[in-house]
């Protein structure tokens, strides 16, 4: 009885030391996992501020005199047109559907830009100061990715990009019912957490897509 108590052990001590390499394995893959988002994650951004800050450029910041509401429905815009195609299977205009993806990045980020910016801020803001705000957005929206990456183990990657385009809409009919509110909600966290998911969903998409 002792001798098979032994042996018993270390069976059992085996397949215990089994089980820690298999959990050890699934750790590193999901490290590796999330090391890639990091890299895919700030290519994209990288194209997006790219094209913002030529933008920028061009037109100065015009986007200064766009009101809230006004910013929501361009991303709304942007997000139907998507829905559209995808169900369509074609589309008629140039543009093609990671360029959607691409100025809803950039509009959320206007956003989020117009809500911290003070009231009494001028609408011509110098290039420096556009480039700063721009990386102070992203920089924040970059945290809440990496935490919620954590909590939810890269489970964006298993989502369709279909879904994700109506998860968009969804949080835009949020939005706007939110301003339609005038702010005032009930246990809503408010605009500024519907944008930065938004911004986040279209930079999976974009990854999704190779981009």
Not at 86 to 106: C, H, P, R, Y
């Amino acid at each position: 009885m002792l001798e098979y108590s032994h042996n018993l052990s270390t069976r059992d001590a085996s397949a215990f030391g089994l089980c820690m390499t298999v959990g050890e394995l699934q750790q590193n893959s999901l490290k590796n996992l999330e090391n890639q988002t990091q890299h895919e994650y700030d290519r994209v951004i990288a194209r997006c501020r790219q094209l913002f800050l030529a933008k920028t450029h061009d037109y100065g910041t015009a986007w200064r005199i766009l009101r809230l509401p006004s910013v929501t429905d361009q991303i709304y815009i942007k997000a139907q047109r998507i829905r559209s195609i995808q169900e369509k299977g074609t589309q008629l205009v140039a543009d093609g559907v990671e360029e959607e993806f691409v100025a809803i990045i950039n509009y959320c980020v206007i956003a989020l830009m117009q809500l911290s910016l003070p009231p009494d801020a001028p609408l011509d803001l110098a290039p420096e100061a556009v480039a700063e705000a721009y990386d102070q957005q992203i920089e924040e929206n970059r945290r809440l990715l990496f935490a919620k990456n954590h909590d939810y183990g890269e489970a964006w990657r298993q989502m369709r990009i279909e879904s994700i385009t109506d998860i968009i809409l969804m949080k835009l009919h949020r939005t706007k019912q939110i301003e339609d509110l005038g702010g005032l909600t009930r246990v809503s966290e408010g605009v500024e957490a519907n944008y930065r998911d938004m911004l986040n969903y279209a930079v999976f998409v974009l990854i999704k897509l190779g981009s």
